[in-house]
């Protein structure tokens, strides 16, 4: 996606189990010692494209003064964990060895960027159960609330902008007491208040981990055993690159629970429906992951094939179409092979650009420049269709348009997108929470009902600078997931939202446009 939207966090987990459950394979035979810190920063790079401001881990080991002890660090995981400094790197995975580790990749919807935001967050205290550390994603639709409910408690204070913070009191209020707390008991009793997106990977310094998915599904949360060892992440992807082969989704409102090095699952909260968010097949997750049962690659694949069925542009042998790089390239593939004209590369993107490059101050458009070069080789004279996942902003894909057409001398720009507009914010941890930011909007009528008209694709390409424009229909999206509306979140392409806080939260962003008022719409 050119719009570079961001996502709130990944999270991870191992556990070396008491006994082998089934057979061992390649991920629990590379650990004869049983110590599977050292296995994290290669799940946590595996979850980098969903977090690259801080990287962490916190690791159980009665052998240590420190049962639990956590580091993170500002940064991709490469520069957390130091992978360039070899002997850096190695005295961090021997420092905070251990049976258990939960890990965390971090973005933020909200709080700031600094090290003290960085997961995973540890609550230090003298009695081992009580004393926990966990890793969060999501976004809490009704953390103002929360936030509010528990000021008004006497004694509360918080030191961060963040809902992860909240959590941490919340889940800490919820272990009070003299005996030890049942963990699915905690998660089912802030399941009642919390509303929105929250997975959460939890360690305590008696041993104790679980994994919880929130029980809308909103955020994806895979798991697998090999051996001895177990693992969780929020992509499969992570799981499949350490050799882990059966590898299932939790399900909504499902927590695994490790105590006494044994696992069991429980539901720690009814799902009277789900709602996975479309999104992460369409942008977020890595192409190579398998969510509910479902490919990204195939679901994005299946998205160009649509776009290509529903072509009405004339074919000649003018004709190519260029994947906006990388997230598009599946859907542009697929479009190319049922049209029958080539998917070429004649946009290139500078994977070496790094973020420190894109200055805070840059606009989307000079960072589009700075990220993209049009092949005139390749474009020259060419009708172009240019595939795109999902158009947010809109500022860098005219932008790119205008390159494509400009330096590469495309004689006509047709834009093509895998995912219907995006009409609305997202409130469940998706960077875009305000109505103001997007460009789909000003252009939909009271009567849109998830297909846009002729006339109205028309007048977008013409705000864009490009010849034509479609985007794939709300009901085509589900065509493609092979999933009914009832059980995806589609929020931010209908303005409906699965939960109370977030139709609550779109009222307000309503009333934020209409006046002017700027900020996210959940702080
Ligand atoms: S509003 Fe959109 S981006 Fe946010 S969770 Fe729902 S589908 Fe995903």
């Known amino acids: 996606m050119s719009d570079e939207l961001h996502h709130e966090c990944g999270i991870a987990g191992l556990y070396w189990l008491n006994k082998s459950k089934g057979k061992s394979g390649q991920a629990s035979r590379a650990l004869n010692s049983g110590n599977v810190t050292a296995l994290m920063p290669a799940m946590l790079l595996d979850l980098q494209n969903r977090g690259q401001l801080a990287a962490g881990l916190s690791s159980y080991n009665p052998n240590r003064v420190q049962f639990l002890d956590t580091y993170k660090d500002i940064g991709t995981v490469g520069e957390a964990f130091r992978m360039s400094h070899p002997a850096k790197h190695q005295a961090i995975l021997s420092d905070y060895a251990g049976r258990a580790v939960i890990g965390h990749t971090r973005y933020a919807t909200s709080g700031e960027d600094d090290a003290r935001y960085a997961q995973p967050f540890e609550r230090h205290h003298g009695r081992l159960w009580k004393w926990f550390s966990f890793a969060f994603n999501g976004n809490l639709a009704n953390f103002t609330e929360l936030r509010n409910r528990l000021l008004s408690k006497r004694g509360y204070h918080f030191t961060l902008d963040t809902d992860t913070e909240i959590i941490m009191h919340a889940l800490a209020y919820r272990l009070r007491g003299d005996k030890m707390v049942d963990l699915q008991k905690a998660m089912s009793s802030l399941s009642r208040s919390f509303d929105g997106a929250y997975n959460i990977a939890f360690l305590d310094a008696t041993g104790r981990m679980f994994v919880a998915r929130d029980p809308l599904g909103l955020r994806p949360l895979c798991w697998a055993v090999d051996g001895r060892l177990f693992g969780a992440a929020s992509e499969s992807v992570a799981l499949s690159n350490l050799g882990f082969t059966n590898i299932h989704s939790l399900e909504p409102g499902q927590i695994a629970i490790i105590e ?112 993209y070069t049009p092949l005139p080789g390749v474009l020259e004279g060419k009708k172009v269709f240019l595939i795109e996942d999902s158009i947010v902003r809109s500022t860098t894909m005219a932008e790119l348009a205008g390159l494509i057409r400009r330096r590469g001398g495309a004689k006509e720009v047709h834009v093509r997108v895998a995912c219907p507009p995006i009409i609305a914010p997202c409130f469940y941890g998706i960077d875009m929470s305000t109505l103001g930011e997007l460009f789909a909007p000003k252009f939909i009528d009271r009567g849109y009902g998830g297909r846009l008209s002729t006339q109205i694709q028309a007048e977008m390409a013409g705000k864009l600078g490009v010849d034509s424009l479609h985007y794939l229909p709300v009901d085509g999206l589900c065509k493609c997931l092979e999933l009914d509306k009832c059980s995806l979140c589609l929020g931010c392409v209908t303005g409906k939202y699965p939960s109370e806080w977030g139709n609550k939260l779109m009222r307000s962003a309503k009333r934020n446009f209409t006046t002017g008022k700027s900020g996210r719409t959940y702080e």
């Open 260 to 371: 006494k090095g044994k696992l069991r699952f429980e539901r720690f909260a009814p799902s009277k429906r789900r709602a996975m968010c479309f999104f992460e097949w369409v942008y977020f997750s890595n192409v190579a992951s398998v969510l509910d049962d479902r490919s990204v690659y195939m679901v994005r694949a299946r998205s160009g094939e649509l776009l290509a069925e529903m072509e009405d542009q004339p074919v000649d042998d003018t004709c190519i179409v260029v994947p906006v790089p990388d997230t598009a390239k599946a859907a542009a593939d697929a479009f190319a092979y049922r049209m029958g004209i080539p998917s070429v590369e004649g946009l290139i993107r500078n994977r070496y650009i790094g973020r420190t490059f894109i200055q805070p101050n840059a606009t989307r458009r000079q960072s589009a420049r700075g990220k």
